[in-house]
């Protein structure tokens, strides 16, 4: 499990990232997708597949179930104030800047179509190889680099574009 783990966790966070999901911490479910990974050892059974991607199809589905969670959720919690003010001036600059830049890379992870935006995240958030990407997406790992090629060029496109 101490492999498996960060890995999940490294997936949990990458899906989660910027959406409304706030509340829901990506710790929380990466735990909850370990513990179903430890019950269905026992009755799993062997098809040929990588464990790895068993273990992230799980990870995707207890992502997906946070979110039907959230979704169904219509209470409205506010946070605590904290207990001390921040002593750092330049902290709202650099949230604000912090932010920006999240939000840029959203924007510009939209741009491509979805398996793309899949294999960037698998590729580089989580830092699995060709072979692995493919046998998690059912793809063959040659899919897997042609696709990662053409998504990081549109990316540079159109970061050039945006820096004229």
Do not use: W
């Not at 513990?35 to 589905?61: C, D, E, M, N, Q």
């Not at 979805?114 to 899919?143: C, F, K, N």
């Amino acid at each position: 499990m101490s492999i498996v783990q960060p890995v999940v966790a490294d997936y949990c966070r990458s899906r989660m990232d910027g959406t409304d999901a706030r509340e829901i911490a990506a710790e929380d479910v990466a735990q909850e997708t370990c513990l179903a990974v430890l019950t269905a050892l026992p009755t799993a059974k062997t098809t040929g597949g990588s464990f790895l991607a068993a273990v992230l199809g799980i990870a995707a589905r207890k992502v997906a179930a946070a979110f039907r969670r959230r979704a169904r959720d219509r209470s409205e919690p506010t946070p605590d104030p904290p207990e001390r003010a921040t002593p750092e001036t330049d902290e709202p600059e650099r949230l604000a800047i912090a932010a920006d830049g999240h939000d840029r890379l959203r924007r510009l992870m939209s741009t491509l179509p979805g398996i793309q935006q899949e294999i960037l995240r698998l590729r580089i958030t989580v830092g699995m190889t060709s072979p692995e990407t493919g046998a998690v997406l059912r793809v063959s790992p040659g899919l897997v680099r042609v696709n990662q090629h053409r998504a990081l060029h549109k990316l540079r496109t159109i970061i050039s574009e945006d820096d004229l």
